[in-house]
C-alpha cells in the first residue's frame, strides 16, 4: 500500500494509460483525445459526461460495433439497478474491466488480511449474496451475441478456476436463480455444512437470509452457530448505520466487518482501517478519478462543468464532491451520480455521502442519505428500536407571503417487538434534534422558523416490500432510495399503504 500513499504520481501515470486506451475509440478520438496528453488538455478536450451521452455510442457497442468507446468489441453489459425514475442503465463490461473487478476485489481481501493480522478468511468458503449469474442475450444486438445482468452476477460468473473451485458459494447453479426466495431457500439447504468464512452482500438483504438460515437451525441463535469460522462480513452499496446493531447481534460476536464501494462503472474503494478513517480508494487499479464540489454541481448542466473538476491531487477534506470517473471500459469522464467526502488526501480516503438526485433540498437544507441515516441510528440505538427500512420525503406546505415551506416526512417500518415502540410523534423530536446536531444547513432552517418539525409516518410490516416488489427490485443488489427532494416515492408508499388497510 505504500505505492499508493501519495495518489497523485500513481492517478497521473493512470490516465497515461486510459489516454491511449480511449485514444483507440473513435468517440474519444474524434473528440481530440491523445495517447498521452496531459490532465489539463484531457479536461479542456472531453466534457462531463452522463449516461444519455454516451447511450447513443454504447447501442453501437450493443450490435456490434468495435472501436467505438474503447478498443474491440464488448458483449458484456452490466445492468444498474435504477430508481422509479430512472431508467436501468446498460455498462460495458469489457475484458479490461472484468480485470479490473478480480484485481480490486483481491486487493479488498488483502487490505482485510492486513488490517486483522490475519489470512483466516482464506482457509474456508466464501458466500456471495448476489445477483443471478443467468445472463440475458439482448435481442437488438443480433446476429451479434451481447449479453446482460447484474454486475454481481457477471463478476462472479468470471472469477478464476481456482476461486470458484475452493472458495465461491453459494456454487454455480444456485447462483444462477433469478427468483429471489427460491435463492434464499436453495442456500439455506446448501450452506449449513458448510465451512463459511465469508459472507458478503447488501446489509437488508443479508438479515433476510439470516433469518431463513436461524429459522431453519432452531438452535442457532446467530450465524457464527451455523458457521462456527465465520469471521468477516463484506459489505457495501448502502450506508449500514441502520443495521449495524442488528447485524452484530445476528452475525455473531466475533464477526469482523469490512466495508467496500463498488458500482457497476468500477471498485472506488474499501477498507484498510477502522471504519470511522474512511474507505481507501483504489488509485491504482486502472481508474482516473475526479471530483465537481457539489457546491458548484447542478444535474441540468453537466456539460458545462468539466472546468469545475479536480484531479485526486487537488481535493480537501471535509468537502462533498460528485464523483467522476473515466474507466478501461471507454466511460471518459462520467458521472455516476454519487457524493464523496474526502477524509483523507494523503492516503486518499473518503466517506460515500449519498446520490446526487437524492438527496432533500427541496428548502435549502442539503441533507444527505448519511444524514439521515447516521440520525435514524442514534435515535434507534438510544430507544432500543431496530430499523427494518425507511424512506424521506418533503412534505409541502403554503405560507401567507406565498413562500415555499414546509417539512420533512419520515417513512419508517420498525421490526415487531422492539422494545418500548414508539408513535411518530414521539420519534419525530429526536430525529429533528440529531438532524440539526449533524446537518447545520438543516439547523439553520430549522432555526430561522422557514423549516416546521419533521412529520414521522410508522408504517406497517410489508408496505416497503410491496413498493420494492412492485419496481422489481426485491433481493440481489437492489436497495430502497432513502430520500428524494420530490414525492414521487412517497406518494407511492401511501397509495402501498392505503392498499394494504383495505
Known sequence: MKRTANPEGVQRRTLTGLTSRLALGSFWSSAGVEAGITYDDYRDRVPLQTYDDLAPCIERMKRGEADVLCEGQCQLYAQTSGTTADARKSIPVTE????????????????????VHSTGVFRGRHLFLGGSTALTPIPESLPFEAFTGDLSGIAALNLPKWIEEYFFEPGTEVAQIADWQAKIAAIVERT?????????????????????????????????DIWPNLECFVHGGVPVAPFL??????????????????????????????????LRMMVDAGIFFEFVPMSEFDERRIPTLGQKAVPIWGVKTGVDYALVLSTPAGLARYVIGDVVRFTST???????????????NAFGERVSERDLSESLRSVCRRNGWTIVN????????????????????????????????????????????????????????RSAGTMDPPFVRLVMPGVFEQWMNHHGKWGGQNKMPRCRSDRLIADELGGALQFAKD
Not at 455473531?252 to 474512511?278: K, L, M, R
Not at 466517506?351 to 437524492?358: F, Q
Open 245 to 278: 446493531d442488528e447485524l452484530r447481534g445476528i452475525l455473531g460476536p466475533t464477526v469482523n466487518f469490512h466495508e467496500v464501494y463498488a458500482a457497476s462503472e468500477g471498485f472506488i474503494a474499501a477498507q484498510d482501517g477502522h471504519h470511522a478513517e474512511g
Open 192 to 224: 449449513p455444512g458448510a465451512d463459511i468464512t465469508l459472507l458478503a452482500g447488501i446489509p437488508s438483504w443479508i438479515l433476510v437470509l439470516a433469518e431463513a438460515l436461524r429459522v431453519g437451525d432452531g438452535n442457532a441463535r446467530t450465524l457464527q
Open 346 to 360: 494523503k492516503p486518499a480516503r473518503i466517506a460515500y455521502v449519498g446520490r446526487t438526485t437524492l438527496q432533500l
Open 390 to 445: 425507511f424512506h424521506v420525503a418533503p412534505l409541502f406546505s403554503s405560507s401567507v407571503t406565498g413562500r415555499v415551506r414546509g417539512r420533512h416526512e419520515w417513512w419508517v417500518e420498525l421490526k415487531a417487538g422492539t422494545a418500548l415502540t414508539p408513535t411518530g410523534p414521539i420519534m419525530a423530536p429526536e430525529l429533528d434534534a440529531e438532524l440539526r446536531h449533524m446537518n447545520p444547513d438543516y439547523g439553520a432552517k
Open 96 to 115: 479490461a474491466m472484468l480485470g479490473h473487478f478480480r484485481h480490486t476485489g483481491l486487493e479488498s481481501l488483502l487490505w482485510y488480511c492486513t488490517r
